[in-house]
């Protein structure tokens, strides 16, 4: 109990550190508070979920001393308890009959991760203004900051390309959403999978490393996927905005998707290191234009791969047992 106690506070307040550096505004502080998550997955699935709650309550309680206490919801929901909650899906594993065990799949894993992203980046919207007007209106004097801090007396006429400024603002305004929650998908998976890696390296995660090539989403995600899309264009207001960021969402989860099939499909092929170098060369390149290719790649590996099934030969570590409970 001591060692749950200890570690998760020590866990909440480099999370809370992490977070809060962000303020200075610096491109090293940014990268940074990308890793917050980290500490508290860390101590989730080192430990037990129980100490991902300790650093949780911690890391609110040190970010509302040290900045204000309205500070401290955003970091309890936007980075702690998303963290906390993916730790604990990581580590639920249930016997089956012939005495192995089957371990919570990693394609409903990414699910959560798809559907925390696009809540989080919803309630952050939310946040800006409690009406649509007050959050656009936010958004609007945030991205003229950051126009006039770059491009100075242009940002306020006729940009290159015959835009304007109030059209790109409007542009940008309209995909924020669909952006933030896409962008978010790969950051939690990366966080996740760092905290695994190194728990694991310790000798303390009790889940065997799964076969992430292996991993498929869900039979019903391409439909979610469709009717966040079809929401995103048809709803207005914040539900449009809902909807925006769980299509950005999904899409970024069905893109690592297709990451994963190539991944399968090319296992054991000769150029199969000159295909994924090819592969990760266009994503690095061409991003924006990349991304959609593989979401339908993994659109259709959802749709005809074989079910997931993440069983392991015989049962788990006494260690789990405290994270499944």
């Given at each position: 109990?001591?060692s749950t106690l ?90 089956t009959d012939d ?113 992430l090539p292996q ?111």
């Open positions: 109990m001591m200890v570690t998760g506070a020590g866990a909440g307040l480099v999370s809370a550190l992490l977070f809060t550096v962000v303020i200075t505004g610096s491109p090293l502080a940014v990268m940074l508070s990308y890793v917050a998550p980290l500490p508290v997955i860390i101590a989730a699935l080192g430990w037990n979920h129980r100490a991902g709650l300790v650093a949780t309550a911690a890391g609110a309680l040190a970010v509302g001393v040290a900045l204000r206490w309205a500070a401290a919801p955003a970091f309890a929901l936007g980075v702690a308890l998303p963290a906390w909650w993916l730790a604990y899906l990581a580590l639920l594993g249930r016997p005495g192995r065990i089957e371990w919570y799949p990693v394609g409903r894993l990414l699910l959560w991760v798809a559907a925390v992203a696009g809540l989080v980046t919803f309630a952050g919207a939310v946040s800006l203004g409690w009406s649509y007007d007050s959050y656009e209106e936010t958004m609007r004097r945030a991205i003229n900051s950051v126009l006039k801090a770059e491009l100075g007396a242009a940002a306020d006429g006729e940009l290159p390309a015959g835009l304007s400024s109030a059209a790109l603002v409007d542009t940008i305004v309209a995909v924020m959403p669909l952006a933030a929650a896409a962008s978010f998908v790969p950051m939690l998976v990366i966080n996740l999978w760092g905290a695994a890696r190194a728990v694991s390296l310790s000798g303390r995660l009790p889940r065997p490393w799964p076969a991993m498929m989403l869900p039979r019903p995600a391409p439909f979610l996927l469709l009717v966040a899309l079809a929401g995103s264009f048809v709803l207005t207001g914040f539900a449009g905005v809902l909807a925006q960021a769980l299509t950005g969402a999904l899409a970024a989860a069905f893109a690592l998707q297709g990451l994963a099939a190539i991944h399968r499909w090319t296992a054991g092929k000769a150029g199969r290191p000159l295909i994924l170098g090819l592969v990760y060369l266009v994503v690095v390149i061409f991003l924006i234009w990349a991304l959609p290719v593989l979401a339908v790649v993994g659109v259709a590996a959802a749709f005809f791969g074989p079910p997931e099934q993440q069983i392991t030969p015989g049962v788990p570590p006494v260690a789990s047992s405290d994270n499944r409970t």
